[in-house]
Structures are given as C-alpha cells and as structure tokens.
C-alpha cells in the first residue's frame, strides 16, 4: 500500500519537550490509503519487542467515500499508546495531573499586574473582562488541541509542536510568525520577571538594584543549567506550594481590610486597556501539544483539562483581585496618577506586606524558570545544537539580554507585559489559532477522517476569534502610536 502524501520533515525547533522515558507508538502513514484516509477498521500498536499483553488497540470507524457524514466521524479513544522505554508497559496519561500542568502553567507573574492593570475599571467589569478572556484562551487553547490531533493522525506520529502544525496548516509564513511571536513573547516576559523580582529584592534586602537582578538571574538561572530534571521538578514543586500557603495567608490577613464599596465599581470604558495583559494572565497554550501527547489523542480528555485546568486560575485571580483592588479606595484611583496597588499595599500594611512581596517572587520564580528552560531549548533547536547536551550558549543569550534590559529601564514590567499581551500572545494564541483552524478545517487532505471539533460555530467562531484578537492589537497600536 502506497503512503500517504505528507509534508516533508524539516529542521523546525519544537515548542514541546518530551518526557525522555516514554516512547509513543503510532499510527504509521505507511499503513494509510493513498487518499490519506486511513483504510483500516483496527489497528494494533505494540513494540515490536513487547509480548503480546501490551498491545492495545485504537478502534477507528473511518469512512469510505460513499458514507455520510454522520458516519465518517472519527471514535477513538486515543491515537496511541505512551510505553515506558524500560519497562514498556503503557503509561496512560492522567487527567488530574494534566489538570494541574495547566493550572501551573497559567499561574503565574501575569497575576501580579491585574490590580494595576484593572483599577481604573473596578472590580465589577474586570471580573466580566476575565471571564470574557477565560472563555477566548479556553477556545483557542481547544482550537490549537484540535488542529494538534489532526496533525498527528496526518503525519502518523505524536509530539508534534506548534511550529510542526504552523507548516502543515500556514506554510512557511505561519512557521515564521509562531517562531518570531514565540521568542518574543519570552524575552518580553523574561525582561518583566527580572525586573520585578530584582524590585522586590532591593526592598528586601536593602542591596543596589543591579545586585538583585544579577543575583535572582544567576540562582534561578543556575538551577536551570545545572540542575536535574527532578531537582527542577522539586524546586518547582516546593515554590508552587509556597504561592498556594502565601496566597491563603494573604486574603486571610487582608480580607479584613477590604472596602465592600470599593467592589462595586464598573468602568467598562477602562475595559480594553486591561485586556492585553489579562490575557497574558491566562496562557497555557504552549503546553497543549504536550497534553495532546500525555493523554494519547483524547481530545476528550484533553478538553476537561483545558476547561478544569484554566477554570481554577480564574477563580484565583478574581479572589486576587478582589482583596487588592478591596483594599484601596476610590480616592486613590487616578487615571492621571498611575499606582500600582501592590505596591502600595506593601508600603501600607505592616502585615499584609511582606506576605505579598513572598507571594509575587514565587509567583515569578515558577514563570521564570518554565520560560528560561522553554527559550533555552528553543534558541538550542535554532542553533542546531546537538540534543541531550547541555550548551551553555543557549542559556546565555536567554539569561544576559532580559538582564541587560531590565538594569536599563527599571519601571519596564508593566510596559514588557503589555506589549508581550498585545503584540505576542494575542498573535501566537489569538489569531494563528484561529487561522490554522480555518485552514485545517477547510483542506482536504483528511476529509475522510475527521476527528471531533472542539469549538462549535464552524467559520464564524473562528472569524470572531481571530477578528477580536486583530481589534484589540490594531486598537493598542493606535493608541501607542497617538501617544507618540
């Protein structure tokens, strides 16, 4: 049987890391129609070294051209199987623990800046404009999902990267957008990191500025280069538990303290000035090709944890904001005088404080090393570096310029976040998955398998999508521009 005709492999850096002791057995291509449908109605996938009780079976209903609609839909219950190298039993992904990646994932400094960003427009229209962002990086994290699955089942292997499903669906001009949105967004945030968290040090500590953002580079930095997969696990682990025991030491020592009149603002004609970096706040998306592959395909499972995942940093960042925008009142809101509440919460209660200053570093500590490891292993893919070595090249160019930026501008983090929310998140996961959506769904390459849609509304959810996201980056450009 003739293979499928497919896109040819090229030298593109991945934007997904696979766990190092599982190998993935898939569907291959070469058992596929010369049409590009699948022409089995079973498939067994084993190692060819495995006995027999590990094989497992993928049940497709695939279609034939003369079937309907109804009847050419794709059931499975997964794509593949994920076998342990060593012992190669199958190793099925758990939801609960991609529940949390997500969650992890999604919090993290962005939350730092929601009080600053939304106190002009009050607690009542920037908890609608969260749950309006929630419901859009929800669709568009599914929307990336879907077009993964479909990559995977055209190419018949797993883990395959945003950038991979950028030149099957966009061609090389997607691969360029994903690649350059992709290392901008990561140096923009890594420039806000160091720059808040050397702040935060310099109060703490009572050393010079550019002391503290050498040191926090240099420690959080060297974890990353020396340290072990577990060890970085560890580290993360032990900081995620610290933002949960300070996060609930902070609305307990502040929930006294919180103005109820104060949460009954609205400005909704503040609304889109908030919106770049809220968005900020709610990204996940560079983890759902890894999801698609931990959970073999299911995009079932995938979508509960998406949902799940991206439901429980939203119920923290309302509660978030609403102790800190409860603690300030109306008289010190001023659109000519711009504060951060954060930080005047820090100046103002003895108490409250030096919890949130513990708060915001382990907030930033957790974003700074997933960023520095995803940028690290990026540059080292456009470098062509061998894998499994670990360059320090790489780790240089992503460590030295957000230093260099942050000692030169040191008010830079709510500008870095701003401009990553508007020109690089609401490009990499606003409007590219909207538009690799559109093509994949309009190709004909897989017109006799077809996997669920995880978004409902066909081309019209999809214009909306990607229309919102290109108003408010043509909005935010207007205003910088009459700013100038």
């Keep these: 049987m003739a293979p499928s005709s497919s896109p040819s492999c090229l030298p593109l850096p991945s934007l997904s890391i696979q766990p190092r002791n599982r190998r993935s057995f898939h569907l291959p291509p070469t058992l596929r129609s010369p049409g590009g449908g699948p022409s089995l109605r079973s498939h ?172 926090f580079s240099l420690v959080m930095g060297g974890i990353c280069y020396f340290g072990s997969q577990r060890l970085i696990g560890a580290v993360n682990g032990v900081l995620v538990l610290g933002i949960l025991l300070s996060f609930a030491a902070l609305v307990a020592a502040a929930s006294g303290d919180v103005h109820w009149e104060s949460l009954l603002k609205a400005n909704f ?63 010190d809101v001023s659109s000519d005088n711009f504060i951060d509440p954060i930080q005047q919460l820090r100046s103002s209660n003895g108490v409250v404080g030096p919890i949130v200053e513990v708060f915001s570093l382990l907030a930033i500590a957790t974003s700074y090393i997933g960023f520095v490891l995803g940028l690290s292993d990026f540059l080292a893919d456009l470098l062509k570096l061998p894998s499994g070595q670990n360059k320090p090249l790489p780790y240089l160019l992503t460590l030295v310029p957000p230093l260099i930026l942050s000692l030169l501008d040191p008010e830079i983090f709510f500008k870095a976040l701003d401009f990553a929310g508007t020109y690089g998140v609401l490009v990499l996961f606003g409007i590219l998955p909207a538009a690799m959506s559109w093509s994949d769904r309009q190709s004909n390459s897989i017109t006799s398998m077809r996997p669920p849609k995880l978004v409902p509304g066909g081309q019209l959810t999809l214009a909306v999508i990607g229309g919102g996201a290109g108003w408010v980056i043509i909005s935010e450009l207007l205003e910088n521009l009459g700013k100038t």
């Excluded at 199987?81 to 758990?94: D, I, M, Y």
């Excluded at 990559?151 to 090389?172: F, Y």
């Excluded at 119920?315 to 925008?325: E, P, R």
């Design 44 to 215: 067994r996938l084993s190692s060819p070294s495995a006995s027999s009780e590990l094989w497992r079976t993928v049940r497709l209903r695939c279609s034939s051209q003369g079937q309907s609609a109804e009847e050419s839909e794709l059931e499975l219950e997964r794509l593949f199987s994920n076998l342990n190298q060593a012992t190669l039993k199958r190793e099925p992904g758990s939801l609960s623990s991609a529940v949390f990646l997500v969650a992890g994932t999604t919090v993290g400094a962005g939350i730092l800046a929601i009080p600053a960003v939304t106190q002009e427009s009050g607690f009542i229209a920037s908890a609608v404009t969260c749950i309006f962002c929630w419901i859009f990086m929800v669709a568009t994290g599914l929307l990336i999902a879907e077009v993964n699955v479909n990559t995977m089942c055209e190419l018949g292997s797993g883990g395959v990267s945003l950038v991979s499903m950028a030149m099957r669906t966009l061609g090389k001009f997607g691969v360029q957008v994903a690649c350059w949105s992709y290392i901008f967004i990561h140096y923009a945030l890594l420039v806000a990191y160091v720059a808040r968290s050397s702040d935060i040090l310099t109060n703490s500590l009572g050393i010079p500025l550019w002391e503290s953002a050498t040191l």
């Design 269 to 331: 004609e503040a609304v889109p000035m908030s919106i770049p970096v809220i968005a900020l706040s709610f990204v996940y998306q560079n983890v759902v090709p890894v999801l698609c592959t931990n959970l073999e395909g299911d995009l079932t499972k995938v979508r509960t944890a998406i949902v799940l995942g991206t439901a429980i940093p939203l119920g923290l960042f309302l509660v978030w904001n609403a102790v800190i925008l409860g603690t300030i009142t109306s008289a």
